[in-house]
């Protein structure tokens, strides 16, 4: 038996704060997560394809909490990016002239750290999945 989608939609949903889900029904929440979770797949499952084979509901293979925790991840890149490029954040960005503490600008610029943050963290979660699937043989590197 695989890993279920429920189990790595459960993991996102405890790793991010999202009012606008308890206005989804529960399969409107599920398929948006799942829409998260195949553009995160999109990026990491590169790194071992027959590891993320998926049915529909699940994975036929079992998933690890190292696994899920890199999807999971790469799913909170994914959910941020509709508020980085967002037309009414660049809509304040251009009409703005207050340049405040709290102004859309600083909202912007820390959106966009946030966004870098998360996706470093993604890319350096993938890069040693990676490297830990490496084996050493006769002193070369295969994978």
């Known amino acids: 038996m695989g890993t279920p989608y429920t189990e790595v939609i459960d993991n996102f949903s405890k790793m991010i704060t999202e009012y606008k889900l308890t206005e989804l029904s529960e399969e409107e929440r599920d398929g948006w997560m799942t829409a998260l ?3 995160a797949l999109a990026k990491f499952q590169r790194t071992n394809p027959e590891k ?3 049915d529909g509901t699940e994975f036929e293979n079992e998933l690890d909490d190292l696994e899920i925790d890199i999807i999971c ?3 909170i890149v994914e959910w941020l990016k509709p508020y980085l490029f967002s037309v009414d954040n660049l809509e304040n960005l ?3 002239k207050d340049w405040a503490e709290y102004s ?3 909202l912007l610029r820390q959106i966009r750290e946030t966004y870098d943050l998360a996706r470093l963290q993604s890319k350096n979660m993938v890069k040693n999945y990676t490297y830990t699937l490496r084996k050493y043989k006769r002193g070369e ?3």
């Open 52 to 54: 993320f084979v998926r």
């Open 141 to 143: 590197w295969y994978d």
């Open 73 to 75: 991840n790469l799913m």
């Open 37 to 39: 979770m195949n553009s």
């Open 104 to 106: 859309p600008a600083n």
């Open 94 to 96: 251009m009409t703005t």
